[in-house]
């Protein structure tokens, strides 16, 4: 790749939001570029756009003729049989089997173990061509030392310093928003004390006014006339440090705490000493394939929180299918587990949500016999709060935005078991800990896979399982 890729002016909107407007940049030979920022800030679509797979709302991108372009989605629908790991592995082969001038990649290590994650790490740094990829993943950010696109607000930002470098930058452009906030704060209660002052000597002259008046001498409205013109200066000085004031607060935005999201779960779990789930030497098989999972036991009860550890391809993903009753598997020994629908399953891809309905149908569905308000009210604890994200699609929502949908549809009514599939995966730092709050109070068992160590940890897991291709050690 000679001439870069270039694009100007480019945005994406949405009947219920704007993702991004005005973005231009371009990609050099050779380039390494990490898209990071908030769930919802249009990281995938940009992506998406540049590989040439939507078209912008508006703007254009100019790509060399000849240029090849390597492309591997954050879902990947191909591989059906295979774990997430897996699925990333593969597509990449296809995609670098193409001799790609520029590899554009979308959250690659979620799926992928240590090993693996390192191992694609190694592969990147040594690829010749041009790297362009959505991450969260902080290793891989250090070890590429990649230039920074951070979308934010509708707009994309460029640091072309190291990662830890635009840290320090991000703390000390809050530290500048915030010590400005704090000095209009200032101005903006020295400016009312002053209108007060104005007020109280107009009040006083008025007073005098009238008693010149009652002894027959000239009436002043000096004072009065000084008093307005002081207020009318006091008003658009109040009304220039608000404006100021509510541009530092949308600066400072991206920088905030996030709010913390305190579920309302509608039922009381199961007994803490009841059996949910028991296995006993148990197997699994695909009818198709050789691979097997063997040698299961294990049970749970109640409130129990287990994960499910083992390497990518390990048997991990096999074994929730078999949990779920998965036709396409075979089960031999004892299975005992809660009917379907006393089960949760949520996975990266958010399958348990229908992409036409809205977020208010996917709560309305779940809980039909729910007030409407009352439906409103439980949205509004999972953070949908305006008619425009209530009456959003969920085909328009971001991965975020799934996550809390998903687990709003959970808790108006939760099931004896709920499993998660690397839920995590896809979520950034302030949509992971609204996870992590919603889970850590679930009154129910959870069955979750996971290499999140962090997150099993935050969310109360006590007990793991390992695999070890197929076999339970």
């Not at 769930?39 to 240029?67: D, F, M, R, Y």
């Not at 240590?114 to 991450?135: C, D, E, P, W, Y």
């Not at 000096?222 to 006091?234: D, M």
């Not at 999972?293 to 993903?317: C, H, P, R, T, W």
């Amino acid at each position: 790749m000679t001439k870069p890729i270039q694009f100007e002016s480019l945005g994406l909107s949405f009947p219920h939001k704007t993702c991004f407007s005005d973005v231009s940049g371009q990609i050099f030979a050779g380039s390494r570029v990490a898209i990071i920022g908030r769930n919802g800030s249009g990281k995938t679509s940009l992506l998406k756009i540049l590989a040439g797979v939507v078209e912008p709302s508006e703007g254009v991108v100019n790509i060399p003729k000849q240029l090849v372009i390597g492309y591997v989605p954050q879902v990947i629908e191909a591989f059906d049989d295979y774990s997430g790991g897996q699925r990333f592995n593969q597509s990449l082969t296809k995609a670098l089997a193409q001799d790609p001038d520029v590899l554009m990649l979308d959250e690659p290590t979620n799926h992928l173990d240590s090993k693996n994650r390192r191992a694609l790490i190694h592969l990147l740094q040594h690829f010749t061509g041009s790297v362009v990829m959505v991450t969260h993943d902080v290793e891989a950010l250090r070890s590429l030392q990649p230039i920074i696109w951070h979308m934010n607000d509708t707009s994309m930002h460029i640091f072309s310093g190291q990662y830890d470098d635009y840290l320090r930058e991000m703390q000390v452009r809050r530290s500048n928003i915030e010590a400005e906030l704090a000095g209009l704060s200032r101005q903006k209660k020295d400016a009312h004390r002053s209108l007060m002052k104005e007020q109280q000597r107009a009040k006083q002259s008025r007073k005098q006014g009238e008693k010149n008046i009652k002894q027959r001498k000239w009436p002043t409205v000096v004072s009065e006339s000084k008093a307005r013109n002081a207020q009318e200066t006091s008003g658009r000085k109040q009304k220039a440090i608000h404006q100021h004031k509510q541009r530092m607060i949308e600066q400072l935005a991206e920088h905030r705490l996030p709010e913390v999201i305190m579920p309302t779960f509608n039922i009381e779990g199961v007994p803490s000493n009841q059996v949910v789930l028991r296995i006993k030497d148990g197997q699994a098989n695909y009818s198709n394939d050789g691979f097997k999972i063997e040698g299961i036991d294990f049970y749970m009860s109640g409130l129990d929180k287990v994960a499910i550890v083992g390497n990518n391809g390990s048997g991990k993903s096999t074994l929730i299918k078999a949990t779920l009753q998965d036709k396409a598997l075979e089960r031999q020994g004892e299975w005992v587990v809660p009917n379907l629908d006393a089960i949760g399953y949520l996975d990266q891809h958010y399958q348990n949500l229908k992409q036409d309905l809205t977020v208010l149908d996917i709560v309305s569905q779940a809980a039909p016999s729910m007030p409407h308000q009352d439906v409103r009210n439980h949205l509004n604890d999972f953070l949908f709060r305006k008619n425009e994200e209530v009456h959003a699609r969920v085909s328009t929502l971001s991965g975020g935005e799934k996550a809390r949908l998903s687990l709003a549809q959970i808790a108006v009514n939760p099931p004896k078991l709920l499993i998660l599939d690397e839920m995590t995966n896809n979520l950034d730092l302030e949509t992971r800990a609204h996870v992590i709050q919603v889970l850590s109070r679930f009154p129910g068992a959870v069955l979750v896979i996971s290499h999140d160590v962090d997150f099993l940890q935050a969310i109360g897991v006590t007990e793991s399982i390992e695999l070890v291709e197929g076999v339970m050690q």
